[in-house]
Structures are given as structure tokens and as C-alpha cells.
């Protein structure tokens, strides 16, 4: 039972991660972005819902839903399209002084003390299977990374956009000359991965009840270990990466001596070194992300 149990805590978190580590991975697979900005996404999310505190509660989230789109979309046509064709480097710390913008901004509105909210308190009720109980937000994560990481699938595989998204990707300027409009298709990825972060904002808050304008900073920062870990630039890796980071999470929580449960970081980012090191491309590696790096 404990290792069932484990498993599934270890799946509820992997489950967060992993929609983090594919909102990442689908914008640098399209442009090459390593956008340490998507934690924002997920914060300014986080604020609205506090804001709609006492709105019924899909009013509440179909405002995170449109602001925070609406807020991707700005930052790619006010930022990023600017250097797109820059270097990755350039492109890289374009996205931390955003990131730092956006969080200190939020500190001005805001403040920088934790900020809670009662968001959907129902479904953090554990519920007991088959002698375990669960609670209900860890269920809802499962389900919601299986469900957008097959829908993400799907789209990219088997849809007119997904085609286009994959051409941007492979050879931008061929898809440009076969009547592709890129940036339309960026603006699609941005999109895509904004309702990723949604998502991620409501379960998060849903089950911690709290915001700060830095929390954001962390998710990107696993979601970006979890992207490297699975390999950059393919989705099913990002995926994996996402879930292997949460197991290895929850494995750490659960053995190291109290004392050292407080680094648990530490050894995690120690894992992706030796990963790097093993196998530098991660573990699905994609051609045209590796010739990018």
C-alpha cells in the first residue's frame, strides 16, 4: 500500500511538473525560446483568481483563461517577436529580465508577503480507494496531464496547425516561402501553452491556497529541469521529464533524514547533472532541437 501510495503522490506531482515541462517545451520547440517567463504566466494567473475571489467559480476561471492568453499573446508580440531571429542566448535573457520585470511589478501591486485564497476547497476532500485515500486535487492533476498531453498530441500530430507548428519548427524559412504565416503559428504555440499554465494555476492554488509574485520562479525552474531531463524540443519527453522529476520528488521526500528534506532541491538538480552527463541530448532526443542547442 505504501508504494501504491507513493506512486500516486508521485504521479499528482509529476502531473504539475509535466504540464509546466510542456508549456516550455512546446514554445522552444517552435521558435527555440527557453521562455523562464512561463512561471509569470502561471502567477498572473494565480492573481486573478484572487481577485475573482467570490466569483462563482468557472466565472473565475474562464477570467484566468482570457487574461492570462491575452497575456502570453502580449509578451510574444511586444517582446519576443522583436528578437526573434536573435541568437538563443539573446533570446534566453530577453526572457529572465521579462520574468524579473513581471515579478517586481506584481511586488509594486501586490507586495511580496503571501497572498491566500479559498479556491475550490471541496476538491481537496480525500477520497479513499481501495484503502488509500486521495485526495481530490491529486486526481484531477492525473487526469488533467493525461488529458492535455493527449490532446497536445493530437494537435500537433494530426491537425492543419499542428503541421504548420512542426514546419516553423523544422525549417522556419521554408515554411515562410510555402505560405506558412509564422507568426500567426508562434502566436498559436503561446497560446496553447498559456492554457497549460491555466491549468497548472488552478491546481496549484486549489491545493495550496496560496500565491507569492516568485512562486512562479520554482515551477519554471523544475519544468525546465524536466524539459532537459526528457529532452528539448519533444513533447513525450517533456512529459516523461516531468513525471520522473515528480516520482524522484516524492522519492527524496519520503528518504532523506528530516535534516536534509529542506535540500531536496539540491539533489534533484544533482540528478540532472548526471543525466547531462550520461546522456547530454536527454532521454528523447530530437534532431532539430539538439542542432539548435
Known amino acids: 500500500m505504501n508504494a501504491l501510495q507513493m506512486l500516486i503522490d508521485a504521479a499528482s506531482v509529476g502531473g504539475l511538473y509535466a504540464l509546466t515541462a510542456l508549456g516550455l517545451g512546446l514554445i522552444f520547440g517552435v521558435i527555440g525560446l527557453v521562455n523562464f517567463a512561463y512561471g509569470e504566466y502561471i502567477m498572473v494567473g494565480a492573481y486573478v483568481l484572487l481577485l475573482t475571489a467570490g466569483v462563482h467559480w468557472p466565472f473565475a476561471i474562464l477570467a484566468v483563461l482570457i487574461f492570462v492568453i491575452l497575456f502570453a499573446l502580449a509578451s510574444d508580440w511586444l517582446v519576443f517577436r522583436q528578437v526573434r531571429r536573435a541568437q538563443p542566448e539573446t533570446l534566453m535573457i530577453v526572457s529572465f529580465g521579462l520574468s524579473f520585470m513581471i515579478q517586481h511589478l506584481y511586488v509594486v501591486l501586490f507586495g511580496s508577503l503571501t497572498r491566500t485564497v479559498n479556491f475550490l476547497p471541496e476538491i481537496n476532500r480525500s477520497i479513499e480507494i481501495g484503502g488509500l485515500r486521495v485526495a481530490g486535487v491529486s486526481i484531477l492533476q492525473i487526469a488533467a496531464t493525461i488529458i492535455l498531453t493527449t490532446a497536445l498530441a493530437l494537435v ?57 509574485p516568485f512562486f512562479g520562479v520554482s515551477l519554471t525552474m523544475i519544468g525546465f529541469v524536466a524539459t532537459v531531463i526528457g529532452g528539448l524540443g519533444s513533447l513525450p519527453g517533456c ?54 542547442v
Open 156 to 212: 500537433i500530430n494530426y491537425t492543419k496547425i499542428g503541421y504548420q507548428m512542426r514546419a516553423v519548427s523544422e525549417n522556419p524559412r521554408m515554411a515562410r516561402l510555402v505560405g506558412v504565416n509564422s507568426n500567426r503559428i508562434v502566436a498559436a504555440a503561446f497560446a496553447i501553452s498559456a492554457v497549460l499554465a491555466v491549468t497548472v494555476t488552478v491546481l496549484f492554488v486549489a491545493q495550496t491556497g496560496s500565491m507569492t
Open 239 to 292: 512529459a516523461l521529464g516531468g513525471f520522473l522529476v515528480g516520482a524522484l520528488t516524492t522519492l527524496l521526500q519520503m528518504m532523506l533524514p528530516s535534516h536534509l528534506q529542506p535540500f531536496r532541491e539540491a539533489f534533484v538538480f544533482a540528478a540532472v547533472i548526471i543525466v547531462l552527463l550520461v546522456r547530454p541530448q536527454g532521454l528523447i532526443a530530437v534532431r532539430s532541437a539538439w542542432e539548435r
